[in-house]
């Protein structure tokens, strides 16, 4: 037996994590040290680390675990205080995106040839930038004590709605790219599945209310709650050509109204998964972005995509902000809000690229535009917020 996987992982846990401490320190969330830790360690840097089969399958559970928690934490109360303008916001700050870095990529790579595959390859590419990362838009906010002032309210349920959107879109283009070339049985497939989720929902639902009356705090209910996960993970990539992702999504959104074990089997899954899976995803994903490959193409690509996924954060939200009434300087703070991308980023793109979708090669592209909105967020959101008037 080849004990190498003992190394790799040790290598990949002391390294993110190191990395990790460094880029808290300049208030950068520990996902850029993730990734940082996969380049330098990969291919692109010393190359100790190798993609192997146990890396790939133990990133592909700490992808569904991160959705699985991104899932359970989302706050119905929250979204239904803010919810026509926040839908609103959360739409436009969808579908921008999705048309602007689709259409960046498009003309990059795809010759002006308006073919079915080349648009599918576009609209992944665009769904990549879609979600919105949050955690350090909190973080700024917080800091400058406008977190629970109305416009930092709408921000946060419009960001809980515009992951939603996007694992939705994300699941009709993972559906469009499994090979079956009839629109119709892909959209029946689609229709089936949230059927599906509707009703094991509502059983579901039912099931770990009554267990969690009497042991919400035994770790038997964070086991059932994982298992849960796995098979709606099972169920979305194997009966219905769905992302396995969004399986994790929805059966953590399924779980996210079970007051008493919420909680419990949240904390459960976040130390499970940061300690091993997490860490293993975002470095896999680190040493895939192969410096050493990129040409001055891709370079200039890069930069464009860095600017096309700030300005269509900007402009889509903006856009719902002033379509719902909000001021302009408002309107303006939401927008900047909304720019942060993170780890749902990643994940759809390393989706695309298991699907034939997303070139590997524009994977360094990718992450540059990742790390840069999340450098940019704090300092552009500060700036905002200071010298306009005060928000309500």
């Excluded at 283009?173 to 689609?190: C, H």
């Excluded at 930069?303 to 402009?315: I, N, T």
């Excluded at 991308?341 to 990643?346: D, G, I, Y």
Aim: glycine share 8%; with cysteine; net charge positive.
């Amino acid at each position: 037996m080849d004990y190498t996987y003992l190394l790799l992982l040790a290598v990949v846990l002391l390294s993110t994590k190191v990395f990790g401490v460094l880029t808290e320190h300049v208030h950068l969330p520990q996902v850029v040290g993730a990734l940082l830790a996969g380049i330098v360690m990969g291919p692109s840097g010393f190359g100790v680390l190798q993609s192997t089969d146990f890396m790939v399958k133990a990133a592909e559970i700490g992808v569904i675990m991160l959705m699985f928690t991104a899932g359970i934490d989302t706050d119905m109360k929250e979204l239904k205080a803010t919810g026509v303008q926040a839908s609103v916001i959360a739409v436009l700050g969808v579908f921008v995106p999705l048309l602007l870095c689709g259409g960046l990529y498009f003309a990059f790579f795809c010759g002006g040839e308006f073919t079915a595959y080349n648009l599918l390859r576009s609209a992944f590419m665009g769904s990549v930038f879609s979600a919105t990362s949050v955690s350090i838009t909190v973080e700024t906010l917080n800091e400058m004590g406008k977190l629970k002032s109305k416009t930092g309210t709408t921000l946060l349920s419009a960001a809980l709605i515009d992951d939603i959107i996007g694992i939705v879109v994300l699941s009709v283009l993972s559906a469009f790219s499994s090979g079956d070339s009839d629109p119709v049985m892909v959209m029946v497939r689609i229709v089936l599945f949230f059927a599906f989720v509707l009703v094991v929902g509502l059983v579901v639902r039912r099931v770990f209310s009554y267990i969690a009356e009497e042991h919400w705090h035994s770790r038997r209910v964070a086991v059932w709650a994982l298992g849960f996960c796995l098979l709606m993970s099972y169920c979305a990539e194997a009966w219905f050509g769905v992302a396995d992702i969004t399986g994790a999504y929805f059966a953590g959104l399924i779980l996210c109204n079970v007051t008493k074990a919420r909680r419990f089997v949240a904390k459960k899954f976040t130390v499970t998964s940061y300690m091993v899976f997490t860490p293993v995803f975002f470095a896999s994903v680190g040493m895939k972005t192969n410096l050493r490959d990129m040409n001055g193409d891709i370079l200039v690509f890069a930069l464009l995509l860095v600017a096309a996924a700030v300005l269509s954060k900007v402009a889509g939200c903006g856009m719902g902000g002033l379509a719902c009434r909000m001021s302009r300087h408002q309107s303006l703070v939401v927008g900047i809000g909304m720019v942060a991308r993170s780890e749902v980023a990643l994940m759809v793109a390393q989706r695309g690229i298991n699907a034939g979708m997303i070139d590997p090669s524009i994977l360094p592209a990718i992450v540059l535009a990742v790390i840069s909105s999340a450098l940019l967020t704090p300092v552009l959101l500060k700036m905002a917020i200071s010298k306009g008037p005060e928000l309500a």
